[in-house]
């Protein structure tokens, strides 16, 4: 079955303590993106990867950090966590660069106290 | 920079009615347009898309109208039913030689009423 998971799908912590929400897909796709939603905002790129080795910073890069060392997975490091990065996050990914972004992980609600 | 508007950022219809949603972007570049439906509780889901060589796309109750001049795209959902009740939100794909962003609007929340 085609699909993006993340992991995990909950988590609370507290302020400056590391952590990696991972995202991996089965799909091949090149192109993979990581998202916060939060209330009245929509959906806001944090960052970006066109392929293994090659990644961009979003909208909102600020407080983290990414690697494509494998196309399949495409982790999100926030190495000092702080409350105003508490949110809901979202992986997603598409084949190539020309199409949209066509699946999206279920979601990791982060709350960081 | 870029930037996505939308509205209305609520909008609710009697089902049966027809629902339009409109957002506009700002950078002329952009050539691909996807929408998603958000449940509550869920992930988004590509609902249409179109690229900017075409004016309009229909899927069945679903249709949306590109306007390149205007910079500006909607989606219409036509015979609403309450399972369509959701938040939508479109978004724009900004492609340039040094960088390929998705910018998201901020959603617009339909409430169907049966």
């Known amino acids: 079955e085609a699909q993006v998971t993340q992991n995990p799908r909950y988590l609370i912590t507290v302020t400056g303590k590391k952590l990696t929400v991972t995202c991996s897909q089965n799909?091949?796709?090149?192109?993979m993106s990581w998202y916060r939603q939060d209330p009245g905002l929509g959906l806001r790129q944090i960052y970006y990867?066109?392929?293994?080795?090659?990644?961009d910073k979003g909208d909102v890069p600020e407080g983290y950090k990414v690697s494509r060392k494998e196309k399949r997975n495409f982790p999100l490091i926030l190495e000092s966590p702080s409350p105003n990065q508490t949110s809901l996050y979202f992986c997603?990914?598409?084949?190539?660069?020309?199409?949209?972004?066509?699946?999206f992980g279920p979601g990791t609600r982060l709350l960081v106290l | 920079g870029e930037n996505v508007e939308q509205h209305p950022s609520t909008l609710s219809v009697q089902e049966g009615d027809s629902a339009v949603i409109k957002c506009t972007y700002s950078?002329?570049?952009?050539?691909?347009f996807p929408w998603y439906k958000q449940e509550l509780g869920k992930r988004p889901q590509l609902i249409i898309d179109?690229?900017?060589?075409?004016g309009e796309k229909k899927d069945q109750r679903i249709a949306v109208t590109l306007n390149k001049t205007a910079k500006h795209f909607s989606l219409h959902i036509t015979e609403t039913q309450p399972e369509d009740s959701a938040v939508y939100f479109c978004?724009?794909?900004?492609?340039?030689?040094?960088?390929?962003?998705?910018?998201f609007g901020p959603g617009t929340s339909l409430s169907v009423i049966p």
């Open positions: 179109i690229r900017s060589n075409v």
């Open positions: 950078d002329s570049a952009s050539n691909y």
């Open positions: 997603a990914s598409s084949l190539s660069t020309s199409g949209g972004l066509q699946y």
């Open positions: 990867s066109m392929n293994v080795e090659v990644t």
């Open positions: 799909m091949n796709h090149e192109y």
């Open positions: 978004a724009a794909r900004f492609m340039k030689t040094s960088y390929d962003k998705v910018i």
